[in-house]
């Protein structure tokens, strides 16, 4: 099981086709995303990932990873702080910030490039699962 | 633009197929989402949609519909009370809670099954486009 210090690191890369199917599932389909030529015309400069699909790659940990299957997700924020680019690699860190109960808890949830920066920043709540 | 009280109302229905284009799109696979006989084993007994989908789902209004092309997302939170179904018609109901500065709003973001419960709920923050 998780205790409070306990934590995760996933490095990612969020692929053009990662973006393109996440556009499909939700009709987000903004061109700062998807059209390198509009995005160039930006102050980003390159295509943005959307934001929730950092948060979904989060969830997907949670479901997943770790803690795994059974991890039932009762809350999520984030804050997007500087821009993710498509193709960039990042690293996930998430770690176990506190636990109300010994079944729930609280899990810092950032998102870096590989210059360290944080990009996106939140807390997640889960249920745990049952031990095996 | 928009000011605070004003709100934004729309009828989704999350299909089978958006739910597999999340599922490809950040690797959640859990059965629940995507296995019937699974997902009628266990106490909800029928698939859900991932969570983080229908944050997408309010996601992609901010920047597409309401308030639209060059919103600028700052952060969202969202809880989860109650599951939400795959195929079932549910509402996204948002409204603007209060605006810090003129360029910023702060969302409510609710969403509604058809019996009017309430499945999730957050808020988010957004700096409002440019005028025209």
């Known amino acids: 099981m998780i205790a409070v210090g306990d934590s995760y690191e ?8 990662m973006v393109r199917l996440f556009a499909e599932a939700t009709g987000d389909k903004n061109p700062l995303h998807l059209d390198d030529a509009v995005a160039a015309k930006t102050k980003f400069g390159r295509r943005l990932v959307h934001g929730m699909l950092l948060a979904g790659l989060i969830s997907k940990i949670f479901g997943m990873d770790w803690p795994g299957p059974g991890t039932i997700y009762i809350s999520q924020s984030i804050q ?48 745990l699962p049952r031990e095996l």
């Open 10 to 17: 996933k490095e990612i890369v969020v692929t053009d086709q």
């Open 80 to 127: 997007f702080l500087k821009p993710a680019f498509v193709g960039d690699p990042m690293i996930l860190r998430l770690s176990v910030k506190e636990m109300p109960t010994p079944k729930r808890a609280v899990i810092l949830t950032e998102c870096y490039n590989k210059d360290n920066e944080l990009l996106a920043t939140g807390e997640g709540a889960v249920s």
